[in-house]
Every structure is written in structure tokens, then in C-alpha cells.
């Protein structure tokens, strides 16, 4: 297992371009994910490291070894597809012994190999089948067995898991952190479902437009989002972001959708750049950091109940503010019964404030 | 598939079918039914006379036999195995590679082929293959045949081609296999319902070929069987018909059998995707 | 700079495929080869029998007598004479191809304008000059393969055109046989009693363009010479293009074919229609049928065996439109064709290949020759073989027969000729709009110093 | 992410490529460029000027288009007429249609009636043309043929196909001969469209003919218009019609390629020959690029 290093990558298609500037370490045995929305340019950054795109300029470094212009089969890599890419005209044992067939592995060595590693995959019993005579799930593993088969120096996965029902992901995705446990693989992980990045990765990196936004462990991207783009990205429900501006002379935040003010309290101390009257900021608050109640305060916002949602264990609640729709999280079974209209206080010790360029301020 | 159809629908496809089989099976009934007839004229009628001996007489033909057994098996064969492999090579590196205009570049080589495979080039290729040694020569007729063939053939396997999901070689490619091995493992077993069908039709076009075949070859005993079909004539140069027609008969029997063993095995179908 | 690359791409690739060719047989002996379009068992088997059971074994043995191994081989070719012409051209056009050719005599002067044959005694030398058999053929069927006083090769025969008529159907109709028309009008007259007999086509007179030289041959030189023309002017050397003549020439078809229906111009414009005229003549369905001899000797045997042939099948000579008024003054015309061999100027052995033709054309492969395929012979010491009627078309018609010019313009002009008659007889122009079509496409053929009109009346 | 971008290196494509690029140089190429040559000259194969061929600069083009007589049968002007008459009938109307409804008729069918129909046409289209044109001479014969004896016992009379109607006569007949690679494009194409789609309008009550107008042609315009272009080149340059009718009676049916035979072969006048030939390339040049910009107006509009 080794380490892999981008340095200041850029690639470009036409006038599009894909990857920016983007500088980045995964540490040997550790699985980073790749996150954001499709189109930001981690499925790039991934067949950057994979060799299957040459970038326009920066550097690659797979261990000591630059691999910035080299082909893939010199890299040393193993990757698993989104589609699996299994071959349709091999059987399971043909498909997982590839990679070694065409490193010249004997015939029976590879043999051995491939049964020892379906065997830890669990399909050992299906190497004589071809991929359409599987199921979806087994596929997947098939492709991840024909990945480990041959020690690779670091693994990449694009989206391995999309193509799999909720169930079946959920399994695997268990199985996944299990073997990258217990094999310590060095591992690029592209996705662009959060909980997939927060349940596997040891970081996160998050990107758009081909930028990175975010580098974090997920604990870390999920609590402290650098920017609107990563709080409007992490988190199910996504946190709320309501636009607002500053009022100097009240001391106040005014809520833009209905005009609320909403006093700065103990946000005012947190605020860590000189701000101006009327400067247009963004107030970010997680669904689960806001209590709904009946009566006015100095943290609350009104607002309309719009719609509740029972889920279980918790309940999401959607308030009209103005305009804007703000979701509500509650712990409990059963809701207490609301009036219609409600009074929302924020848990400003968890509220976030953008500035006008989306970035952190508080 | 059990779909709910209205009766008149299932007898509308039955006339349908009707229809449409008989339009393509009336021209071939005196095909089917003169060869084994005692006497033959235009008609098609049941044989008064149920007769084998017009095969009889066209296997003493020796001429004739080795042009259908020997000589067309080596033209069609040679061009078919020339044509599938350069168009399934060339077809995949197209669909591969990123040149620029390639799409434009396939329509120009099949105008090319167009003009070339006409009689007005007789001449030039003529020349062509008495400066390379090829007048009189089965390679001669392969080579020039293919060189028609190929645009065309190209133009039909890229569809087969593109079908092929990218991440296939890509992983190929990450888990150390070359170019080569790429298209011997994986492009090549995927189109091969591709191949086919550019092979039948490669296969089918140098076996019904005449003016080529005329213009190059030279010994009759090197004639397709096209150009043997000509023996079959009276000695003031008319048709024998009962002759002529046991020959067109076992002329043809090979394509046929050549399709229905290559549409059951790989099934004779073109890719939806052929979208430029 | 491109031809340079290409080269090099050439030679390369002509090096490969050298050493893939099968290495011809070196040694002492001496192969001939020799083509025609000729299939045993099929078009012209006769030929190949009389070659290889007779010319074959006497020549080799003749050969050996003289101490030469030699070995002759007929390479057979069973395409069309288009096809085959083309071969000639193409192998002698790059110093290749067999030692002899069969040829037919009308191809002789645009291959010798081309460079592509040579006269028999610039390949052959004082061998040729020196043989016996010339004094046995006369000086025009001499030059049925010659060409502006050169000799290119020797015929194998030549023929004559006259009308067959089926004696039943002429029975039928209540006409008097033997039958001979005298001028246009009888034969047109006796053409409308088999149509009010009942007979379906009472004459067939060839025309268009799907016939291609027979139409030229034994259709439109036939009324042409009836009308009193040639279609070249011997004297002059000009091509007639516009006459009185041509116009009752294409009248004549006009009456036949448009007017009174008297022919079926259908068989003259389908692609087999001689094919079927034929048949539709052995099935007694035509009247009159203006053919070669060959029709007589070949082509009907297809569908009739010899006694009946004999027995309904009659033949008359082709009148002038009136008694006298024929080419030359002639009260009766025909016209006589002719293949031949010729000798490759590139053969490796042209004293051997020409000992081959020579031998060929001896009296007694000749005599051998009539008692396969009684035709009318070349040599005048050879008589038609054992039939009778052959022997007295010859003898009626040689004396009356004219040839083709010998030009190389000739096969296109010959085809204007056919598309002339093809427009008048489908109805497309009237025969003053035909000529002067004729007139224009000749003219711009070979000049307008080359041709000549003469003046309508 | 869909950016189009190669697997391979173009050095890696280049070798793929090395063997078709040394046919379609030597053996197309090379010729073409030569009867391009040719078609500036007065070559002929036999006569004076093949001896001695001179450049005649476009005199050969200008021949083809000279006005007064283009028109007349057996002319330039004439065989193109008739070749657009032809590639109207047998290749838009005739394979084209044949193959779209033979192909929707037979659309999520499988089955005997399916296999039957397409090897029969596939029959067609892959005998060799001397045996085609022996059959359908049978098939057409005005006395004894199969086509007549069928009518007259109908009572729909006799016609004489080949020399009342010729054109209708190779129009049906190369409808016939060509249809199956239609047929195989479109039902391949008509595979590609979801169920669902057409089950969408079975529920709102659409017609066969309203699903095929409304819902399949749209989808299936990029594939017609491929098949339009290929069709339609074949079409311009087939010859068997020939073996047929040898371009009779009175040029009736004499298509381009067939006056390209007449010249080139019967009096080997290649110069001509050749530049008829380039005449044809561009018209066939042009039509391509029509059906390729209709096709890219299709793919943005789509």
C-alpha cells in the first residue's frame, strides 16, 4: 500500500474544466471519499489517479513514484466500475483472474488466488457463472474481488455502490468498510451520496466546479461546514440557509424571506471579520438545531407550519418562513399539537453566518 | 412475452405476414422448383417430372464444380476474413481514438468505394494489380474486393463497436492489460455478432462478384463461379435452363446455409445504435 | 513525391506477394496457350472439340517430328465477347496475355490503332509470307482480320445473311413455295398475308440497341445495302450520315414495326430478345426471320434437332426494295462478318505460334473442322462440310456479299446505326429525327471531313 | 463527465488502423485518384487515343451536360432522370418503407411469422446477382412468368412488366433485392425505445398508426435518416438492374451506373467513363451532406 499525492492537478475538456488546481494526500491505508454533486469533477480527479486521463499540468504521485504520464497498467492501481465493468462473455473466475492473466500469474496460481479471495467475498460458489447469471449485489462483489486479486499499490472506487437497491447497499457498504478495515487499503472512494462518504471515509473531500471545497474527516465536514456549499451539501435534511443582512444600528440579523430580526447575541462575539451595515449574509442552522414553539423570543423567527412529517423515531416539520421553506427536526414519537403559527429559535451556539462570498464567518 | 392483443390485431399480423413472405418468396419460386425439373422454361410449375439429373450434369461439369467448391470458397472466404478483421481493427481504433472529422472521413471512404467498385475503375485497377504480380490470382481479386468492401463494412461495425461500455477497456486498461490484449479479450469476443454480420456481408458480396473476378482472373480454372455459370450455355450461347438453374441452385445454397448458421449462433441483427 | 512513396509501398508490397506466387515451370519444353470464347460442354463447344481432340494432338505431334516439345493449351473463357474484348485489351496493353486470340474481324483496326497488335509478318517473319495456304483464301476474306493492308491474323470462316421462313406456317397461309421475294413489296405483301393468316409476328428484321452488332448485321446493313447503300463510302472514304437511302431504310422498319405491326418490336428491344425471337421462330410463332447462317447451322438446333430443321425451315435472299436498286445495282444483298485468329505480338515463341495457326488452318484440319461444324470455310479448297443447304447459301451469296469498313470508328458508328433504328422502331423519333441524330452523334464521332450527305430529293 | 475522449493513445489507434489505411490507400485511393485523372483525358482502352491519350481538360464534363440532347434517351441527362426516379421508388419508398413497416409490424414480436419473413427477405438480399437475375426474368416473363401467372388467374390481366412498365419493373425489383438491410436497421432501432414508452400511449388509447406517427418516427428519425444515406448510395450505384434488362428497352432503365458500364465498357472510352463516375460522386457527395446536416439538425433539436 502506498500513498497517493496530487499536486496542484488541473484538467481540462474544451472549455470545461474539470479539475482545478487540486491538491490532495490520501495516507497509506486510509479511504478518502470523493464527494459532491455529478459534474464537480471527482470522477476526473479518480481516473486522473487511475491514469485514464492525462491531466494538463500538476503532479501525481502514487508512493515516491510519480505517475503523473504514465499509463494505467504502470501505476498499480485497482478500480472498481459504477456499471462493474464485468466482463459479459467471461465466467466469474475468468473475470476476477484477469488482472493476473495479463501480468502473466500461472494458470493454476491464478486459480488459487481468485478462489481464495471469492472465498473471502463470499462467492467462492460462483465462479463457473457469468455476470448476467448473478445477482446485482454479487456483481458488485465480483468486481470488488477481481479488484483485490492482485495486490495493488492503492484502490479506487467510482460510485461502486449506485447501481445496488437501498437494501443491498446498506450491506454492502457494511462489507466495504469491513475490507478496507481489515485488508488497510489505500483507497479513493468516489460518490455523491453523503451518507455513503460519512459511513466509509476516513476524510471527505468535497468538491465543486471542479474545486475543492472541504477537506474533513466526515465528523468534522458535518459539523463545521467551511462554506454554504458544503452545509447545503452534508446533512439529510441539508441545513437551512436563510439569506439575511446586517442591521449595525438595532444590532440585529433581518431575515430576508420575512423581514425577522433576529438578535445577534451570542453569535456577535463568534463573528471573526469586520462587518459592515447592510452586508448580505447567510444564516445556516441543521434542522435538528431548531425548536419550535408558540410563544416569541429573542432568538426566534415566526412562522407558518407548512407541513409535518412523521418518520419514526423523529419527526420533520417544514415551516414557511416567508417564502422559504425551513426544516424542523424533532426527537420524539408523537408531535404535541402546534398552532399554526409558530415561533422558531435558533440554538445560536450551532448557527453558522456566511458572508457575502459564501465562506465562514462565524 | 404474454402482451394482450385483440384478435383482429393477430389476424392482421398473420395476413401481414402472409403478404410480406410471399412478396419476397414469389421471385425464388422457379429457383426452388426448376432445378429439379426434366424440362425448364420461365415457369414455375410443380415438376411434371421429379428429376436429379440436371445436378447430375452440372457435376460433370468439372469446370464449374471447382469454381463453386474451390475457387469461390477462396475468394469469399479470403475476403470475408480480410474484411472482418481489418473493418473490426480499423472500426475499433476509430471508436477509440479521438480524430478529428472521422465521422465525415467514413461517409468520404464509402463515396470512394463507391466510384472504385464501378466499372470506370476496371482499368486502373487492372493495372494495379499487373504492376504488383496479382493478374490471375486469387489474392488480386481478395485484395481488390476488399479494398471495396471495406468503407462500407467499417461503417456498419462501428455500431457494434461503440456499444461496448468504455469502462470495459478502462478497467482493462488499470488492471495491466496492453492495447492488444484489450482488443483480443474483450473488444473482439464483445463484437462478434459485429464481425458476423460484416462477414456474411463481406462473404456474400465476393461470392456473387463478376466483373472483378473477370477483369483479373485469367485461367479458367481459377474462375468464381459467377463466370461458370456461362458454361452452362448452348453452343450458340443461350441458356440452358435446366442447367443454369441446378447450377443457381447449389450457388446459392452456401450463402443461405452461412446466414442460417450465423443468425442461430449469434443472431444476424444490426445495433440500434447506428445513430450518425 | 507521392508516386515515389507509392512506389516504394508497391515494390514492397510486390515482394511479398512474389514470393507467395507459385513459380512457373521452367523448361525445355515450349507452352502455348490460346483463348476464345469457348466452353467444352457449353457456347461454342464445337470449338473446343475440334481443338483439343484434333488441332492439339496432329500439332504436338508435328512438333515433336521436328524435335520441338511442344504443349498448346486452350484456356477457355465462358464470359461475354464485351468481357472477353476487354481481357485482350487490358493483358495486351501491359505485354501479356495468350499466344493466340480468337477475334472477332470488326475489332481488328481500333487494337491495331491502339499499338496493340502486330501484323503476322512483323511477329512471325518470312514463315508467314511463305505459306501455302494464301493462295487458298481470296483476298477479302483474307482481310476480314486485316487492317489497311496488313494482315493481323486468319479467319476461321465468314458467313452470309439471308431471311429464313418456316415452310408449315407459309403452307398454312396459302403461299406458294419456293419462296423469293423480289422487292420490299412482296416481301412486305406476303408479310400481311401471314398476318391475315393468323400468323403472329410474320417477319422479324433486327433493330436497337440490346442486339448490339446483330442488329448492325443482319438488321439495318440488310435494308440499307436493299435501299442501295453501304454506310461508308468506299471511294470517298466518308461515312454516309444522311441520304435517301438511310430515310427508306428506317421507313421500311417504320412500316414493319410502327405502321402495320407486321413485326414485334418487343423481342427487338428486351434484353434477350433474340433469344426469344428464336424460340418464338421454332414454336412457328414468326413468319420470316432475317438471320445469319449461323442461325441456320447453330442457333435454331437449340430448339429443333436436324430433320425437323430441315424439314421447316426454309431460306430466300434478301431483295432490293426493287429489282435492281440494291447496293451496287444488285437485285439481292447480303453481307459477311468474320472471326479469325490472331497472333500476340508478345508471345514468347511466335515462330511456334504461328506454325500453331498455320496448322489450324491447314486443309486438313480444316477438312477435319466441316465434319464437326459445316460451315462456309475460308479456304476455297474446302467445301461446307455434308449439308447441302449451307453449300447453296454460299454459292448463292458469297457472289452478292459485302463487308464491314474496316475502321476503328467503325463499332461506334455501327452502334449509332443500332440506336437509330431503335428510335424509330419504339416510336421516340420519326426516321428524318433519327438521321439527323445519326448525322449529329457520327459527325462528332469522326469529323466532319469524314462525312458525307447526300441530298434528299 | 460525457465528454467524448479515447481509450487509447492516437499512436495505439494509429496501429489499429495501419491495415485498413494501406487497403483504402492502394486500393482506393490510389484508383480513385487515378480516374480522377482519367476523366480529364481522352483515354480509351483500345484506338488511336489509347496510344496516345491527350488532356482534354473538362471536355468529357462539358459532353455530359450538354443541354441540346442531355435529355434524350440514352443520354447523361436522361440516366440521371431516371436514376432519381429510381432511388425515389426503390430505396425512399420501396426499402425504406417496406423495412419500417415490416419492422413495426413485427416490433416485441418473436416467433416463427418474424423468422420467416426476415430469412426471406435476408434471402434476397444475400443470393448472388447472376442467380437473382435468372429468377426474376422467370418471375417477370410476360408469357410464362410467375408474376403473370398469379395476376391472370386473379383476372387482373397480363401486364408485359419489362417492356411496358421496366423502370416499375427494377424499382420492384431492387425494393426486393435490398429491403432486408431496412428491415434489420429499423427493428434493431425500434428495440433500442423503452417499452414503456408505447405502453404510455397503448393506456391513452393511440392508434398503431398514431403510436408509429406520434411516438416511434420521432424517435426513430436519426436511424432513418442514417439508412436514408446509405440506401440511397447503394442505390445510385447498384448495377444489377443490368443483368436484368441491359438497361432496356430503349434505356428505359438505364441508371447511372449502367451508362457508366455502356461507356467504360463497350467502347472502353475510360476518360469518359471516369468523369461520369466523378459526376456521380458528387451528386452522391451532395446528398450525403444534406442527410448529414438534417441528421445534426436532428441530434440539436432532440
Not at chain 2, 20 to 26: C, T, V
Amino acid at each position: 500500500m502506498a500513498q497517493i499525492t496530487l499536486e496542484n492537478v488541473t484538467k481540462t475538456f474544451g472549455a470545461v474544466t474539470a479539475v482545478d488546481r487540486v491538491s490532495l494526500t490520501i495516507a497509506e491505508g486510509e479511504l478518502v471519499a470523493l464527494l459532491g454533486p455529478s459534474g464537480c469533477g471527482k470522477t476526473t480527479t479518480l481516473r486522473l489517479i487511475a491514469g485514464l486521463e492525462i491531466p494538463d499540468s500538476g503532479r501525481i504521485f502514487i508512493g515516491d513514484r510519480e505517475v503523473t504520464r504514465l499509463p494505467p497498467r504502470e501505476r498499480d492501481v485497482a478500480m472498481v466500475f459504477q456499471d462493474y465493468a464485468l466482463y459479459p462473455h467471461m465466467n466469474l473466475m475468468d473475470n476476477i483472474g484477469y488482472p493476473l492473466k495479463v501480468r502473466g500469474v500461472p494458470r493454476e496460481e491464478l486459480r488459487q488466488r481468485v478462489q481464495e479471495v471469492a472465498r473471502r467475498l463470499q462467492i467462492g460458489d460462483l465462479l463457473d457463472r457469468r455476470p448476467s447469471q448473478i445477482s446485482g449485489g454479487q456483481q458488485q462483489r465480483a468486481s470488488v474481488a477481481r479488484a483485490v486479486v492482485h495486490e495493488a499499490q492503492a484502490f479506487l472506487f467510482d460510485e461502486p455502490l449506485s447501481n445496488l437497491d437501498a437494501k443491498l447497499r446498506l450491506e454492502a457498504r457494511a462489507f466495504l468498510k469491513h475490507l478496507q478495515h481489515t485488508e488497510g487499503v489505500t483507497a479513493a472512494y468516489v460518490t455523491h451520496d453523503q451518507a455513503e462518504a460519512m459511513a466509509l471515509a476516513d476524510r471527505i473531500v468535497v468538491m465543486n466546479h471542479g474545486k475543492i471545497m472541504q477537506i474533513g474527516t466526515p465528523l468534522d465536514v458535518y459539523r463545521n461546514p467551511q462554506n454554504t456549499f458544503v452545509a447545503a451539501f452534508i446533512g439529510n435534511p441539508p441545513m437551512n440557509l436563510l439569506p439575511c443582512h446586517l442591521d449595525m444600528a438595532q444590532g440585529v440579523l433581518v431575515v430576508a424571506a420575512n423581514q425577522a430580526p433576529l438578535d445577534l447575541g451570542l453569535l456577535r462575539e463568534r463573528i471573526r471579520v469586520a462587518l459592515k451595515d447592510g452586508d448580505s449574509l447567510t444564516l445556516g442552522v441543521r434542522p435538528e438545531n431548531i425548536t419550535l414553539g408558540a410563544e416569541p423570543g429573542p432568538a426566534a423567527i415566526p412562522g407558518k407550519i407548512y407541513v409535518t412529517q412523521p418518520l419514526g423515531g423523529e419527526t420533520l416539520v417544514n415551516v414557511e418562513v416567508g417564502d422559504q421553506l425551513v426544516s424542523v427536526r424533532i426527537f420524539t414519537e408523537e408531535l404535541p399539537p402546534l398552532p399554526e403559527q409558530v415561533w422558531l429559535t435558533l440554538d445560536l451556539a450551532r448557527t453558522f453566518l456566511y458572508g457575502p462570498d459564501g465562506e465562514r464567518i462565524v | 412475452m404474454n402482451r394482450y392483443e385483440s384478435p383482429l390485431a393477430r389476424v392482421g399480423i398473420v395476413l401481414f405476414t402472409m403478404l410480406a413472405a410471399s412478396f419476397f418468396a414469389l421471385p425464388l419460386l422457379w429457383l426452388a422448383t426448376a432445378p429439379f425439373d426434366a424440362r425448364v422454361n420461365l415457369t414455375v410449375h410443380i415438376p411434371a417430372e421429379l428429376t436429379l439429373d440436371n445436378f447430375r450434369a452440372v457435376f460433370q461439369n468439372s469446370f464449374a464444380v471447382r469454381a463453386l467448391l474451390v475457387n469461390n470458397l477462396i475468394i469469399a472466404g479470403g475476403a470475408m476474413l480480410t474484411v472482418a478483421t481489418v473493418a473490426t481493427l480499423a472500426s475499433y481504433g476509430l471508436s477509440r481514438t479521438r480524430i478529428p472529422g472521422r465521422d465525415i472521413l467514413v461517409y468520404v471512404l464509402i463515396l470512394f468505394s463507391s466510384v472504385v467498385g464501378g466499372t470506370a475503375a476496371m482499368v486502373p485497377l487492372f493495372l494495379l494489380a499487373y504492376h504488383l504480380g496479382l493478374v490471375d490470382t486469387h489474392i488480386g481479386v481478395i485484395l481488390v474486393m476488399s479494398g471495396g468492401l471495406l468503407p462500407s463494412a467499417i461503417f456498419i461495425m462501428r455500431d457494434f463497436v461503440d456499444t461496448i461500455p468504455r469502462s470495459y477497456e478502462e478497467a482493462a486498461l488499470v488492471f495491466g492489460a496492453s492495447p492488444l490484449h484489450i482488443f483480443r479479450d474483450i473488444a473482439f469476443p464483445l463484437v462478434r455478432p459485429g464481425v458476423a454480420v460484416v462477414a456474411i456481408w463481406a462473404f456474400v458480396n465476393a461470392w456473387g462478384a463478376f466483373l472483378i473476378p473477370v477483369v483479373l482472373l485469367r485461367s479458367p480454372h481459377n474462375m468464381p463461379a459467377s463466370v461458370a455459370l456461362y458454361s452452362f450455355y448452348s453452343e450458340a450461347g443461350t441458356p440452358v435452363h435446366t442447367l443454369v438453374a441446378a447450377y443457381a441452385f447449389l450457388y446459392t445454397i452456401p450463402v443461405l446455409v452461412l446466414y442460417l448458421i450465423v443468425n442461430w449462433r449469434f443472431g444476424f441483427r444490426f445495433f440500434g445504435g447506428i445513430k450518425r | 513525391m507521392l508516386t515515389k512513396k507509392f512506389g516504394s509501398l508497391l515494390l514492397v508490397l510486390a515482394l511479398i506477394l512474389v514470393a507467395a506466387a507459385p513459380v512457373l515451370a521452367q523448361g525445355e519444353e515450349i507452352r502455348l496457350t490460346m483463348t476464345c470464347r469457348c466452353v467444352a460442354g457449353g457456347v461454342n463447344n464445337n470449338l473446343v472439340v475440334w481443338l483439343n481432340t484434333y488441332v492439339f494432338p496432329t500439332f504436338q505431334e508435328k512438333m515433336a517430328a521436328e524435335g520441338k516439345n511442344v504443349v498448346v493449351e486452350l484456356v477457355e473463357f465462358g464470359g461475354g465477347d464485351e468481357q472477353l474484348k476487354e481481357q485482350y485489351a487490358l493483358d495486351l496493353g501491359v505485354g501479356a496475355g495468350h499466344d493466340l486470340f480468337a477475334f472477332d474481324g470488326f475489332w481488328v483496326p481500333e487494337f491495331v490503332e491502339a499499338g496493340l497488335l502486330k501484323p503476322l509478318d512483323e511477329i512471325a517473319g518470312e514463315a508467314v509470307t511463305s505459306w501455302e495456304g494464301w493462295e487458298h483464301i481470296t483476298p477479302g476474306i483474307q482481310s476480314i482480320l486485316g487492317y489497311q493492308g496488313k494482315l493481323y491474323g486468319i479467319a476461321s470462316g465468314t458467313d452470309v445473311r439471308q431471311i429464313f421462313y418456316r415452310t408449315d406456317v407459309f403452307e398454312q397461309a396459302g403461299i406458294e413455295m419456293p419462296w423469293q421475294p423480289t422487292s420490299w413489296a412482296e416481301l412486305l405483301d406476303t408479310a400481311r398475308a401471314l398476318k391475315e393468316a393468323g400468323v403472329e409476328i410474320p417477319l422479324q428484321v433486327n433493330a436497337g440497341t440490346a442486339m448490339g452488332e446483330a442488329t448492325t448485321m443482319q438488321g439495318w446493313f440488310m435494308v440499307l445495302l436493299g435501299a442501295g447503300e453501304h454506310m461508308y463510302d468506299f471511294e470517298d472514304g466518308k461515312w454516309i450520315v444522311s441520304s435517301p437511302a438511310i430515310l427508306n431504310a428506317l421507313n421500311f422498319y417504320k412500316t414493319v414495326y410502327l405502321d402495320e405491326g407486321l413485326g414485334d418490336a418487343r423481342m427487338q428491344l428486351v434484353a434477350d430478345g433474340r433469344d426469344r425471337s428464336f424460340q418464338a421462330f421454332a414454336e412457328g410463332r414468326v413468319g420470316m426471320l432475317v438471320e445469319g447462317d449461323w442461325f441456320w447451322r447453330s442457333a435454331i438446333l437449340n430448339f429443333l434437332d436436324v430433320p425437323t430443321r430441315n424439314q421447316v425451315v426454309g431460306w430466300a435472299k434478301m431483295p432490293a426494295m426493287e429489282p435492281g436498286k440494291g447496293y451496287r445495282g444488285q437485285d439481292f444483298v447480303t453481307i459477311s462478318g468474320g472471326t479469325g485468329w490472331v497472333l500476340n505480338p508478345n508471345t514468347e515463341h511466335p515462330l511456334e505460334a504461328w506454325e500453331l495457326l498455320a496448322h489450324m488452318s491447314s486443309l486438313d484440319a480444316q477438312r477435319a473442322w466441316e465434319l464437326i461444324q459445316p460451315r462456309i470455310n475460308f479456304r476455297d479448297d474446302v467445301p461446307v462440310g455434308g449439308d447441302p443447304v449451307m453449300s447453296a447459301m454460299a454459292d448463292a451469296l458469297l457472289p452478292l456479299t459485302t463487308v464491314r469498313p474496316m475502321l476503328p470508328a467503325y463499332p461506334q458508328i455501327s452502334y449509332e446505326a443500332q440506336l437509330m433504328t431503335e428510335r424509330v422502331v419504339s416510336g421516340e423519333m420519326t426516321p428524318e429525327e433519327a438521321m439527323a441524330a445519326y448525322a449529329e452523334a457520327v459527325t462528332e464521332l469522326v469529323g466532319e471531313e469524314n462525312v458525307k450527305s447526300i441530298p434528299l430529293q | 463527465m460525457e465528454q467524448q475522449r479515447g481509450v487509447f493513445s492516437s499512436r495505439v489507434g494509429l496501429a489499429f488502423l495501419t491495415p485498413a489505411l494501406f487497403f483504402v490507400v492502394v486500393f482506393l485511393l490510389f484508383p480513385f485518384v487515378w480516374i480522377f485523372y482519367l476523366s480529364f483525358t481522352n483515354q480509351t482502352l483500345t484506338g488511336a487515343s489509347a496510344l496516345s491519350p491527350s488532356f482534354v481538360g473538362l471536355e468529357n464534363y462539358a459532353r455530359l451536360f450538354d443541354f441540346d440532347r442531355w435529355a434524350r434517351a440514352g443520354e447523361f441527362g436522361s440516366a440521371l432522370w431516371i436514376t432519381i426516379q429510381f432511388v425515389l421508388g426503390s430505396a425512399l419508398l420501396g426499402q425504406a418503407v417496406v423495412g419500417l413497416t415490416i419492422a413495426w409490424a413485427f416490433y416485441r414480436r418473436k416467433g416463427l411469422l418474424r423468422e420467416i419473413v426476415f430469412t426471406l427477405a435476408v434471402l434476397a438480399w444475400i443470393i448472388p446477382d447472376v442467380v437473382v437475375a435468372f429468377a426474376w426474368s422467370a418471375f417477370l416473363d410476360y408469357e410464362q412468368g410467375t408474376l403473370n401467372a398469379i395476376l391472370g388467374a386473379l383476372g387482373l390481366g397480363r401486364p408485359d412488366w419489362l417492356f411496358r412498365y421496366p423502370l416499375i419493373s427494377i424499382i420492384l425489383f431492387n425494393t426486393w433485392r435490398g429491403s432486408a438491410f431496412s428491415i434489420l436497421l429499423f427493428s434493431s432501432a425500434l428495440e433500442t425505445i423503452p417499452p414503456s414508452y408505447v405502453e404510455t400511449a397503448d393506456v391513452v388509447g393511440a392508434s398503431a398508426w398514431q403510436k408509429f406517427r406520434d411516438i416511434l418516427f420521432p424517435l426513430l428519425r436519426g436511424h432513418i435518416l442514417t439508412d436514408l444515406i446509405l440506401i440511397t448510395l447503394w442505390t445510385f450505384n447498384v448495377f444489377t438492374p443490368y443483368l436484368l434488362t441491359g438497361g432496356g428497352p430503349t434505356f428505359k432503365t438505364e441508371v447511372v451506373s449502367i451508362y457508366i458500364y455502356r461507356t467504360a465498357f463497350k467502347f472502353f472510352e475510360f476518360g469518359k467513363g471516369g468523369a461520369i463516375a466523378v459526376v456521380v460522386m458528387l451528386i452522391n457527395l451532395t446528398l450525403a451532406m444534406g442527410y448529414l446536416a438534417m441528421l445534426r439538425r436532428q441530434k440539436a433539436s432532440a
